[in-house]
């Protein structure tokens, strides 16, 4: 049982480009979840989706970042025009409901972006 | 909205000592509480939950937490810690209809 699959897992850009990091959730779920972690910061909310939706994009910074959970495919986070402080780990979890109940977050391995 | 706020930073202990990581949250509403473990170059790895009946709640490897709502707390405990307990712990909470919030974070590290 595949779990949550997150690629790249390492991914190196130099300021300015864009960077696309991709999710494929565990069978079966339709809730998405994408986090951010920097250093002694733990893990900040970003967005959240269901299929084709975006339910709460609250912790999104408004410019050069989107998020897409497309019908057919995975969740693709897209950051344009990347500066140094986009620099981080940046996890993709899954859930079978809405994980402001029973539902349990399962994360992947994370992908760890660079700018250089 | 939710908050959490992990009091320790970093926990220094020895190999088949005890450990508590505390935690404390705040809302206005009704919480599920979480904590998860990262292992190093790893994802989340869900230890246990509370999200109603005893505030004693089990979960994997040993350890086990208790829900304390008068003190907002949510303190996760292990009698007797092996090393390859060493990880990021985080606890995290949501309520219905919402993301989970995570804290910042308490590195456990065990040595011999």
């Known amino acids: 049982n595949a779990g949550v699959m997150q690629n790249p897992r390492h991914l190196v850009r130099r300021r300015g480009q864009e960077a696309r990091l991709r999710c494929s959730p565990m069978k079966g779920h339709s809730h998405v979840y994408w986090y951010r972690q920097l250093p002694e910061e733990g893990l900040k909310f970003m967005v959240y989706l269901q299929k084709e939706n975006i339910i709460d994009e609250s912790g999104m910074p408004k410019e050069r970042f989107s998020a897409e959970f497309p019908k057919e495919g995975p969740s693709i986070l897209r950051i344009q025009q990347v500066v140094r402080g986009d620099s981080a780990a940046y996890f993709c979890?899954?859930?079978?409901?809405?994980?402001?109940?029973?539902?349990?977050?399962?994360f992947g391995e994370g992908s760890r972006l660079t700018v250089l | 909205a939710q908050s959490v706020t992990q009091l320790d930073s970093q926990v220094p202990v020895f190999e088949e000592a005890p450990v508590e990581l505390r935690c404390n949250y705040s809302s206005s509403v009704s919480v599920y509480l979480f904590w998860y473990v990262q292992y190093p170059n790893q994802g989340l790895q869900l230890l246990l939950k509370?999200?109603?009946?005893?505030?004693l709640v089990k979960g994997i490897n040993g350890f086990e937490a208790e829900f304390n709502k008068s003190q907002t707390s949510f303190h996760l405990r292990k009698p007797s810690v092996h090393i390859s307990d060493t990880a990021e712990y985080f606890c995290?909470?949501?309520?219905?209809?919402?993301?989970?919030?995570f804290g910042k974070g308490t590195t456990l590290s065990v040595s011999s």
């Open positions: 979890a899954s859930s079978l409901r809405t994980s402001g109940g029973t539902g349990e977050l399962f």
């Open positions: 995290a909470v949501s309520a219905a209809g919402t993301a989970l919030i």
């Open positions: 509370y999200l109603s009946g005893s505030t």
